[in-house]
């Protein structure tokens, strides 16, 4: 006979001013099996758990109820009073007759609240009887990390992990790292110069010893689980050897053919052997295999003859490596929206019609035009210039229904830029409204309002058309009531920043969540926003939405502190809610396996001495398992059961309901 | 059992019983909602938490009405939801199924509800089950499967 304990909580007046606690109490005493019940008024103070405790001991309890609030609320504490009472804590289970019974039945007059917590506790007492003792799951955890996506979120993480002592794999499809930061000029609201505080950042982290650098590489796989992943990374060949290349970049000089430059965003050309910017980190050209003549026909190879340390390899193929990590890091960024979509605004067709980034290269001192603002088609400097914010942004049927958020930020910045290399030019910027919350931003944008004489009108552009070699933009100014038309020199897009081509593909091999638009989801938008769903998965910067840089950054430090806390014990505890396979009478049917959310059910074999096979059965890898149960309901065969919430505890509960 | 029917009868009039089973993470988390708020609702509603509404195995319904659930619900994440991403979808399909099975065996659908209430939708909580309860009261005892149990015991 089982020997159960059931303490009803009084919680000052919040249960005994509906819910008779003595009785409930006392109409427990008579079910068999109960040896010891009271009630009390606050269970959860220190009095109350230490009366709990003494309880136990006394009568020698070997099982307890606890009817007081949500489990949400003091599951933990009652299970760690049971255990400091020498219980296994998974022998304490709640009865929640605060916000089930007492909080929503007021009516005394029918005792209704007192006969509901009667029949609640009873249930969670039959359930009781048919608990098993759990043991937390103690899991290694290997204390390496990787990083996914080389951008400043994901620097940042790099770095901050490599300073905690612990090793760091960073990948980066691109030749450099730097992400879309490198591509910008000055940056709001400070107006640093972009690579001057960016390149030291790369340096550091390609110099880093924690730090492995994994450029031009993808990730192919990820299996395993929290402290435990095994990751297969592609990397693509870059038909130069990184080991001995010195970066001397005889070869680009030497290469004869040129094709355009998707760092540059189609306004300059580059080689077929290049890097990306002249600050790529490493410094180390890559091939851009479909329009090198040598590897398409074999014709050419000039590059080949003129390296000094011989390090170039038309043969070399792409190379998978597996890497262990104990917990990822996804800093995988934003692209802008393909600028096709805006045929209104004249974008593919008229020439001097670019987006917002492309500003950034004309205004970059390093960008094709050497930091003059010259437009496209002539290369003339225009002597004005159209801004037009939200573009496809705060517009559900066109683009995307939430707010871009820096696009107001940078425009100004633009017009700013503008101004201060083309003093006698005029900038007008079409916006819905200004958004610049942050910390000196609406100073910011005040500043360019009124020291660079921007001129901001407050309406929709509805088209954009070429007429004369003159580009007309056609818009509203709400504020005046009028429709203006202007004569443009060129025209900038604030083009609305979504999330990369490719990010459901990763979110599927991780096991991440992601929403409408392929924004990564975070476990909870204001208390995790940077851990995901899947324990050991971590979020960073702008693929989980459009913001800055110091948003992105902060983000990247936080996914690192989280990576950190997780490698400062050598293993970690678990709920021991998972599943479990009964090896009888599982018939290998593989329903459970196709069902559960996480692939954690395996195909296993039992074999007999001779090392033969004798019987196929599933198996559930406990550190995946998160414990859904899931596979439970779908297993015809009853051979797979979930720790905690078995058929025989639920079974008890409702049969004596 | 007995002791809580005697006590519905004395009161006077039927008072039908709700068994819900619904997830620890949307649905439960509602329900607690609605205590932290201090909403009234009926008091017929005995809850019954799973992790996911994935966990559900359908004979957990049928084992309700054979001990005496007038009606059942179930309820969990809304579709996308689901803390673990999925297992609301498979709760779904495997409604749909034992749905059609129960209907056709005469069970009045009336009797069975299936719903999303999420963490926030305290509110659509206290809806659904005086809903239920009112329509389940309406309807009389469901006394077919309470038939089948004490049979088996026989
Ligand atoms: C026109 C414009 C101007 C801006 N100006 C400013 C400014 O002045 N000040 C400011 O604070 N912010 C500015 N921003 C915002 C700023 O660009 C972002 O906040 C910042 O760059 C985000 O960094 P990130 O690391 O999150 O993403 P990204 O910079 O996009 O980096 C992501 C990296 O991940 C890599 N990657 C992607 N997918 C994979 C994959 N599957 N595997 C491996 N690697 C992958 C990418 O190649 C890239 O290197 C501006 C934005 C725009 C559009
Ligand atoms: S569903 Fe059941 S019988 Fe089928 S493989 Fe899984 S545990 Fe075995
Ligand atoms: S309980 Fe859920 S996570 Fe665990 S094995 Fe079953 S289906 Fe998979
Ligand atoms: S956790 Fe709520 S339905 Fe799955």
Redesign the pocket.
């Not at chain 1, 009630?39 to 099982?63: H, T, V």
């Not at chain 1, 329009?291 to 998978?320: H, L, R, S, T």
């Not at chain 1, 058309?465 to 933009?473: P, R, S």
């Not at chain 2, 129960?102 to 209430?117: A, C, K, N, Q, Y």
């Given at each position: 006979m089982p020997r159960i304990g059931v303490f009803v909580c009084q919680c000052g007046n919040n249960i005994a001013a509906t819910v008779d606690t003595k009785k409930v109490a006392e109409e427990m005493k008579k079910l068999p099996g109960v040896v010891f019940t009271c009630d009390y008024k606050f269970m959860c103070s220190s009095p109350g758990q230490e009366m709990l405790k003494q309880a136990i001991k006394d009568n020698k309890l070997d099982g307890l109820i606890v009817s007081a609030c949500s489990p949400h609320m003091h599951e933990k504490t009652f299970r760690k009073a049971a255990e400091a009472a020498g219980l296994n804590p998974y022998q304490c289970e709640i009865t929640n007759i605060r916000e089930q019974c007492s909080w929503v039945h007021h009516d005394t007059t029918k005792a209704v609240g007192t006969v509901k917590s009667i029949d609640l506790t009873r249930m969670t007492i039959e359930r009781l009887k048919k608990n098993r003792p759990l043991k937390k799951i103690k899991i290694p955890v290997k204390k390496r990390a990787l990083v996914?996506?080389?951008?400043?979120?994901?620097?940042q993480a790099a770095l901050d992990i490599a300073e905690g002592g612990r090793e760091v794999i960073l990948?980066?499809?691109?030749p450099s790292?730097?992400?879309?930061?490198?591509?910008?000029s000055?940056?709001?609201?400070t107006m640093d110069c972009?690579q001057c505080i960016l390149t030291p950042k790369m340096v550091e982290a390609e110099l880093n010893e924690n730090i492995t650098l994994l450029t031009y590489?993808?990730?192919e796989k990820v299996d395993g689980y929290i402290g435990n992943f095994t990751v297969q990374i592609r990397r693509k060949s870059k038909f130069v050897d990184e080991e001995r290349c010195t970066g001397c970049g005889e070869c680009i000089e030497k290469c004869p053919f040129k094709t355009e430059s998707a760092f540059e965003l189609g306004l300059s050309k580059r080689k077929v052997i290049y890097t990306p910017f002249p600050q790529s980190v490493p410094n180390v050209p890559v091939i851009d295999a479909p329009n090198c003549p040598k590897i398409q026909k074999d014709k050419c190879g000039a590059c080949a003859i003129v390296c000094g340390p011989k390090c170039i390899d038309f043969k070399m193929e792409d190379k998978i490596v597996t890497e262990e990590v104990g917990a990822i890091v996804v800093?995988?960024?934003?692209?802008?929206m393909p600028n096709e979509r805006f045929g209104e605004y004249g974008y593919g067709r008229i020439k001097d019609v670019i987006?917002?980034?492309q500003?950034?290269r004309l205004a970059s001192s390093s960008g094709p035009t050497g930091g003059e603002i010259r437009r496209p088609s002539d290369g003339k400097v225009p002597k004005n210039v159209v801004f037009i914010q939200c573009v496809g942004s705060r517009d559900e049927k066109k683009g995307v229904s939430y707010c871009?958020k820096?696009?107001c930020?940078?425009t100004a910045?633009?017009t700013m830029l503008y101004k201060h290399k083309v003093h006698d030019g005029q900038s007008y910027v079409f916006y819905m409204d200004i958004r610049s919350g942050g910390k000196r931003y609406e100073e910011f944008v005040r500043k360019a309002i009124e020291h660079d004489d921007a001129m901001y009108l407050r309406g929709r552009v509805s088209r954009v058309y070429e007429k004369d070699g003159k580009v007309i933009v056609q818009g509203a100014d709400t504020l005046s009531g009028s429709q203006v038309e202007i004569e443009a020199e060129m025209v900038v897009l604030?083009t609305a920043?979504v999330s990369?081509e490719?990010?459901d593909t990763?979110a599927q091999k991780l096991g991440i969540g992601y929403d409408k638009y392929k924004f990564y989801n975070e476990y909870h938008p204001k208390l995790r926003p940077v851990e995901t769903v899947t324990a050991g998965i971590f979020l960073?910067?702008?693929?989980m939405g459009?913001?800055?840089?110091?948003?992105?950054v902060a983000?990247?430090s936080a996914a690192a502190s989280k990576v950190l806390s997780l490698f400062s014990a050598d293993e970690m505890a678990r709920e021991p809610i998972t599943a479990g396979v009964n090896k009888t009478t599982c018939n290998a049917c593989w329903d459970c396996v196709t069902a559960c959310p996480y692939s954690a059910i395996e195909r296993d074999t039992v074999k007999d001495r001779q090392g033969n096979i004798v019987k196929w059965l599933a198996r559930v890898n406990e550190g995946v398992c998160q414990g859904c149960g899931v596979c439970v309901a779908a297993c015809r065969s009853k051979s797979i059961d979930l720790r905690g919430y078995t058929d025989e505890q639920v079974f008890a509960a409702i049969n004596s309901f | 059992m007995t002791e809580h029917n005697a006590h519905t009868e004395s009161t006077g009039g039927f008072e039908p019983k709700i068994m819900a089973f619904v997830c620890n993470w949307c649905t439960y988390a509602g329900a607690d909602l609605a205590g932290t708020s201090r909403m009234e609702y009926r008091p017929n509603v005995r809850i019954i938490k799973l992790p996911c509404t994935g966990r559900i195995d359908p004979l957990f319904i049928i084992k309700a009405f054979e001990n005496g659930a007038d009606g059942v619900l179930v309820s969990g994440c809304h579709p996308g939801d689901c803390h673990y991403t999925t297992g609301n979808y498979h709760a779904r399909r495997r409604w749909i199924g034992f749905k059609h099975l129960l209907e056709f065996t005469g069970i009045d659908m009336r009797r069975l509800h299936f719903s999303w209430v999420s963490a926030s939708e305290a509110i659509k909580w206290v809806d659904l089950i005086n809903k239920i309860t009112d329509e389940v009261k309406a309807l009389g005892p469901f006394m077919e499967y309470k038939g089948l149990k004490e049979k088996a015991a026989e």
């Amino acid at each position: 006979m089982p020997r159960i304990g059931v303490f009803v909580c009084q919680c000052g007046n919040n249960i005994a001013a509906t819910v008779d606690t003595k009785k409930v109490a006392e109409e427990m005493k008579k079910l068999p099996g109960v040896v010891f019940t009271c009630d009390y008024k606050f269970m959860c103070s220190s009095p109350g758990q230490e009366m709990l405790k003494q309880a136990i001991k006394d009568n020698k309890l070997d099982g307890l109820i606890v009817s007081a609030c949500s489990p949400h609320m003091h599951e933990k504490t009652f299970r760690k009073a049971a255990e400091a009472a020498g219980l296994n804590p998974y022998q304490c289970e709640i009865t929640n007759i605060r916000e089930q019974c007492s909080w929503v039945h007021h009516d005394t007059t029918k005792a209704v609240g007192t006969v509901k917590s009667i029949d609640l506790t009873r249930m969670t007492i039959e359930r009781l009887k048919k608990n098993r003792p759990l043991k937390k799951i103690k899991i290694p955890v290997k204390k390496r990390a990787l990083v996914i996506g080389g951008g400043i979120a994901g620097i940042q993480a790099a770095l901050d992990i490599a300073e905690g002592g612990r090793e760091v794999i960073l990948v980066e499809k691109e030749p450099s790292i730097g992400g879309n930061m490198a591509r910008l000029s000055e940056t709001f609201p400070t107006m640093d110069c972009s690579q001057c505080i960016l390149t030291p950042k790369m340096v550091e982290a390609e110099l880093n010893e924690n730090i492995t650098l994994l450029t031009y590489s993808e990730v192919e796989k990820v299996d395993g689980y929290i402290g435990n992943f095994t990751v297969q990374i592609r990397r693509k060949s870059k038909f130069v050897d990184e080991e001995r290349c010195t970066g001397c970049g005889e070869c680009i000089e030497k290469c004869p053919f040129k094709t355009e430059s998707a760092f540059e965003l189609g306004l300059s050309k580059r080689k077929v052997i290049y890097t990306p910017f002249p600050q790529s980190v490493p410094n180390v050209p890559v091939i851009d295999a479909p329009n090198c003549p040598k590897i398409q026909k074999d014709k050419c190879g000039a590059c080949a003859i003129v390296c000094g340390p011989k390090c170039i390899d038309f043969k070399m193929e792409d190379k998978i490596v597996t890497e262990e990590v104990g917990a990822i890091v996804v800093a995988t960024g934003y692209q802008l929206m393909p600028n096709e979509r805006f045929g209104e605004y004249g974008y593919g067709r008229i020439k001097d019609v670019i987006n917002g980034m492309q500003f950034e290269r004309l205004a970059s001192s390093s960008g094709p035009t050497g930091g003059e603002i010259r437009r496209p088609s002539d290369g003339k400097v225009p002597k004005n210039v159209v801004f037009i914010q939200c573009v496809g942004s705060r517009d559900e049927k066109k683009g995307v229904s939430y707010c871009s958020k820096v696009c107001c930020m940078y425009t100004a910045k633009h017009t700013m830029l503008y101004k201060h290399k083309v003093h006698d030019g005029q900038s007008y910027v079409f916006y819905m409204d200004i958004r610049s919350g942050g910390k000196r931003y609406e100073e910011f944008v005040r500043k360019a309002i009124e020291h660079d004489d921007a001129m901001y009108l407050r309406g929709r552009v509805s088209r954009v058309y070429e007429k004369d070699g003159k580009v007309i933009v056609q818009g509203a100014d709400t504020l005046s009531g009028s429709q203006v038309e202007i004569e443009a020199e060129m025209v900038v897009l604030a083009t609305a920043i979504v999330s990369r081509e490719g990010a459901d593909t990763l979110a599927q091999k991780l096991g991440i969540g992601y929403d409408k638009y392929k924004f990564y989801n975070e476990y909870h938008p204001k208390l995790r926003p940077v851990e995901t769903v899947t324990a050991g998965i971590f979020l960073a910067g702008t693929c989980m939405g459009p913001m800055d840089i110091p948003e992105s950054v902060a983000q990247g430090s936080a996914a690192a502190s989280k990576v950190l806390s997780l490698f400062s014990a050598d293993e970690m505890a678990r709920e021991p809610i998972t599943a479990g396979v009964n090896k009888t009478t599982c018939n290998a049917c593989w329903d459970c396996v196709t069902a559960c959310p996480y692939s954690a059910i395996e195909r296993d074999t039992v074999k007999d001495r001779q090392g033969n096979i004798v019987k196929w059965l599933a198996r559930v890898n406990e550190g995946v398992c998160q414990g859904c149960g899931v596979c439970v309901a779908a297993c015809r065969s009853k051979s797979i059961d979930l720790r905690g919430y078995t058929d025989e505890q639920v079974f008890a509960a409702i049969n004596s309901f | 059992m007995t002791e809580h029917n005697a006590h519905t009868e004395s009161t006077g009039g039927f008072e039908p019983k709700i068994m819900a089973f619904v997830c620890n993470w949307c649905t439960y988390a509602g329900a607690d909602l609605a205590g932290t708020s201090r909403m009234e609702y009926r008091p017929n509603v005995r809850i019954i938490k799973l992790p996911c509404t994935g966990r559900i195995d359908p004979l957990f319904i049928i084992k309700a009405f054979e001990n005496g659930a007038d009606g059942v619900l179930v309820s969990g994440c809304h579709p996308g939801d689901c803390h673990y991403t999925t297992g609301n979808y498979h709760a779904r399909r495997r409604w749909i199924g034992f749905k059609h099975l129960l209907e056709f065996t005469g069970i009045d659908m009336r009797r069975l509800h299936f719903s999303w209430v999420s963490a926030s939708e305290a509110i659509k909580w206290v809806d659904l089950i005086n809903k239920i309860t009112d329509e389940v009261k309406a309807l009389g005892p469901f006394m077919e499967y309470k038939g089948l149990k004490e049979k088996a015991a026989e």
